[in-house]
C-alpha cells in the first residue's frame, strides 16, 4: 500500500527553517526520484525540489539557496531543510515520486508570519 507521512511544519518566523521529513512506504524508493511539492492557498501544487537515486538535486527558482533535500534510502525518508522562511513559503507541503503517483499524503503545513 502507497503511503506518504509528512512531518516537522509549523509556524515560523519569517527568516527562521524548519526541517520536514517523509517516510514513504513505496516499492523501490532506493531507486526512485523523489519531490517535494507545496500547494498554497488557491494555488496550484507546484514541485519545489526533487533528488534523483544517485542523490541529484534540482530545485525551483524560488527557493534555490534555501531549500534543501535530501534522502535516508534505508530508513526510505526524504527530508526538506528550509532556511530562511519568508512569508510567500507559507503552503501545505507533501513529498511524492517525481513525477508523482495519484495518490497523496495529508502533507505538513507550514506557516511563516510574524
Known amino acids: 500500500q502507497v503511503q506518504f507521512v509528512e512531518s516537522g511544519g509549523g509556524l515560523v518566523q519569517p527568516g527562521g527553517s524548519l526541517r520536514l521529513s517523509c517516510t514513504a512506504s513505496?516499492?523501490?524508493?532506493?531507486?526512485?526520484?523523489m519531490g517535494w511539492y507545496r500547494q498554497a492557498p488557491g494555488k496550484q501544487r507546484e514541485l519545489v525540489a526533487s533528488?534523483?537515486?544517485?542523490?541529484?538535486?534540482n530545485y525551483a527558482d524560488s527557493v534555490k539557496g534555501r531549500f534543501t533535500i535530501s534522502r535516508d534510502n534505508a530508513k526510505k525518508t526524504v527530508y526538506l531543510q528550509i532556511n530562511s522562511l519568508k512569508p510567500e513559503d507559507t503552503a501545505v507541503y507533501y513529498c511524492?515520486?517525481?513525477?508523482?503517483?495519484?495518490?497523496w499524503g495529508q502533507g505538513t503545513q507550514v506557516t511563516v508570519s510574524s
Open positions: 513505496i516499492s523501490m524508493f532506493r531507486f526512485s526520484t
Open positions: 533528488i534523483t537515486m544517485s542523490g541529484s538535486t
Open positions: 511524492n515520486k517525481y513525477p508523482p503517483l495519484e495518490y
